[in-house]
């Protein structure tokens, strides 16, 4: 999914350890609950999703009673080190930046593809024309290297609106998010090459959290031995590569 790209300096950690004095707490876990597949609120205001799914499996696996918040996408990072929530489930990519700020678990995806989406039958210059992505994404970083004149938007809604109403030529985000919307709408269609961005998607986790991290880190890699974590994959993200 998104992968943030760190603007800010390190913060410090105030917040205390997860598991302080042999006591477990209730463990928080951070999503944005927008972005579909990964994670979005059901009809009934209920985080849903793979990561849901996942998320909760994965505490079950690691005997943590664990409970969910959402958070904006650009502040998601900051929230965690400051201490209002736990852990990051959020479709975020593993990276040497964000790693300098955070930790994170074994990976629980494989890099996959981002991918570009225009309006039908569209022409799309994407070395020097204008590219919409949401603000903090890897997908944004890519394309402001690439010459392309980027836009940024907070949400991923925006994003694809601005391609529907031309602010921009098209929107780069990760395939796995892009492709139903491209299947369910006859104006819009994924154009061009895959782009590999990321290296895969792990939970982010406060430095200072090392129990946590590598509680979580054994459920990951236990669903993983088992074959649970490809069926899941395989069931929310069709198509994304497998363990």
């Known amino acids: 999914m998104k992968k943030l790209i760190i603007a800010t300096a390190a913060l410090a950690v105030s917040a205390g350890a997860v598991f302080a004095e042999g006591h477990a707490k209730t463990v928080r876990l951070g999503t944005e609950g927008a972005y579909p597949p ?14 849901r799914v996942l998320g909760d499996e994965l505490c079950k696996r690691a005997e943590l009673t664990c409970e969910w918040v959402t958070n904006d996408w650009d502040s998601i990072i900051p929230n965690l080190v400051s201490g209002n929530y736990d852990a990051i489930i959020a479709g ?31 022409s799309v210059d994407f070395e020097g024309g204008v590219i919409a992505a949401q603000a903090g994404t890897i997908q944004a ?33 990760d395939k796995a998010y892009l492709s139903p919307i491209a299947e369910e709408s006859a104006d819009v ?55």
């Not at 990964?38 to 990561?51: I, K, Q, S, T």
């Not at 890519?142 to 601005?162: K, N, Q, R, W, Y």
């Not at 406060?206 to 069931?235: H, P, Q, W």
């Open 92 to 122: 975020m990519s593993i990276t040497a930046e964000r790693d300098e700020v955070i930790d994170f678990t074994s990976n629980y995806t494989q890099p996959d593809p981002s991918a570009y989406l225009a309006l039908d039958g569209a």
């Open 38 to 51: 990964y994670n979005f609120l059901n009809d009934a205001g209920e985080v849903d999703g793979f990561e």
């Open 189 to 243: 269609a994924i154009v061009g090459e895959d782009v590999l961005l990321g290296g895969g998607i792990g939970m982010g986790i406060r430095e200072s959290d090392t129990e946590l991290k590598e509680k979580f880190s054994a459920a990951i890699d236990s669903m993983k031995a088992d074959g649970s974590l490809n069926a899941l994959i395989e069931e929310w993200l069709p198509g994304s590569a497998t363990f």
């Open 141 to 173: 970083s890519h394309i402001a290297s690439s010459g392309a004149t980027l836009v940024e938007f907070a949400t991923p809604d925006e994003t694809i609106a601005a391609v529907r109403n031309g602010e921009a030529d098209a929107v780069l985000a």
